[in-house]
């Protein structure tokens, strides 16, 4: 299993240029999330799923769409990018949220997003 | 706001000493788990808890919980330099679908 992978692993972005960054998973897990993690910080909930077609919000989404049309994919999409928005983006998943609360999260290993 | 806040923020210590490392939260929790993050890269799980048990173990790890205290601490015996790592605390609270992290504690091994 290749687990929780993220492309692209750095990204530059000028300021109001849009783009997504990828999140997959093959663990067949039914809860995904994004996180930002800025300088030492902790991280963030950007926005979460808990199953195909079914997504909300975290504590920071201004500024961040999400879909989940598959299992697998968990793609964020920055609308407008500023430069506040320079972060880590990790992106994670877990068998489920819903019976007996969160799972062990499996997390891939981060897209370094600088907007100028 | 933050769920879990972790404290100290920093910690530093001598190889072989045992490190601890504290976790407060402020509503009632289904589960708590601990990370760890090394320098720049993705987390890695180390144990969960549930609200129902008061402690765990795992190697050189224990956690414990206190759901009347809202508070967990993670303890490390034996300390290594390759236990030099950024560890956070994260919990799902009743009635949410979401798992919410500390700021964490970064802990450093001196030789």
């Known amino acids: 299993n290749a687990g929780v992978t993220q492309t692209p692993k750095f990204q530059v972005l000028k300021t109001g240029q849009s783009m997504t960054l990828q999140c997959a998973q093959d663990?067949?897990?039914?809860?995904m999330s994004w996180y930002r993690q800025d300088p030492g910080m902790g991280l963030r909930l950007i926005h979460y799923?808990?199953?195909?077609?079914?997504?909300d919000q975290g504590e920071v989404p201004n500024g961040y769409n999400v879909s989940r049309s598959t299992t697998e994919d968990f793609p964020l999409r920055l609308l407008s990018a500023a430069p506040s928005q320079t972060s880590v983006y990790f992106c994670?998943?877990?068998?489920?949220?819903?019976?007996?609360?969160?799972?062990?999260?499996?997390f891939g290993p981060g897209t370094r997003l600088t907007v100028l | 706001s933050q769920q879990g806040e972790e404290d100290p923020q920093a910690l530093s210590i001598q190889e072989g000493e045992n490190a601890t490392m504290n976790c407060s939260y402020k509503?009632?929790?289904?589960?708590l788990q601990w990370y760890r993050q090394n320098s720049g890269r993705g987390l890695v799980h180390l144990i969960l808890?549930?609200?129902?048990?008061r402690e765990k173990h795992s190697g050189r790890l224990r956690v414990t919980l206190d759901t009347s205290k809202k508070s967990s601490s993670l303890l490390i015996t034996a300390s290594r330099a390759a236990d030099t790592a950024s560890y956070f605390c994260a919990t799902d609270f009743q009635g949410a679908q979401k798992l919410v992290f500390g700021q964490g504690t970064r802990l450093t091994i001196n030789p």
């Open positions: 808890i549930r609200s129902n048990e």
């Open positions: 663990m067949n897990h039914e809860y």
């Open positions: 509503t009632s929790i289904n589960n």
């Open positions: 799923s808990v199953g195909a077609g079914i997504t």
């Open positions: 994670a998943s877990s068998y489920s949220i819903l019976a007996g609360g969160a799972d062990t999260q499996y």
